[in-house]
């Protein structure tokens, strides 16, 4: 599968911004989901993760409660809803595509380019 992300930008804190995935190639529905972002110098983070039938989700608690992950199977789309941004979100966001439900980078198989994000004060 091809991921593509989308949806990034320069923002004021406390703005909101809409991250896009789109996918292409085998059949997006049969994997599980994730967002993942990565600061200058600091390693990549788990941001959100997403079940194949969008019924479970799970976040970092960094961002538990700012931010929603969802999914459009019909669409091939993966969404992440970010509220409430801070200057400490500033990154390059990935979407990323597993056969497990997982946290771990390790535990994906398919990555896309990221979308730069970034929060000023």
């Known amino acids: 599968v091809q991921l593509q992300a989308s949806g990034g930008g320069l923002v004021h804190t406390g703005d909101s911004l809409r991250l896009s995935c789109a996918a292409s190639g085998r059949t997006f529905s049969i994997y599980n989901m994730g967002w993942f972002r990565q600061a200058p110098g600091k390693e990549r983070e788990f941001v959100a993760a997403i079940s194949r039938s969008g019924s479970s989700k799970i976040y970092a608690d960094s961002v538990e409660g700012r931010v929603t992950i969802s999914r459009d199977n019909a669409d091939n789309a993966l969404y992440l809803q970010m509220n409430n941004l801070k200057p400490e979100d500033t990154a390059i966001y990935s979407c990323?595509?597993?056969?497990?439900?997982?946290?771990?980078?390790?535990?994906?198989?398919?990555w896309g380019h990221g979308t730069q994000v970034t929060v000023s004060s």
């Open positions: 990323a595509a597993s056969t497990y439900y997982a946290r771990y980078p390790s535990q994906y198989n398919y």
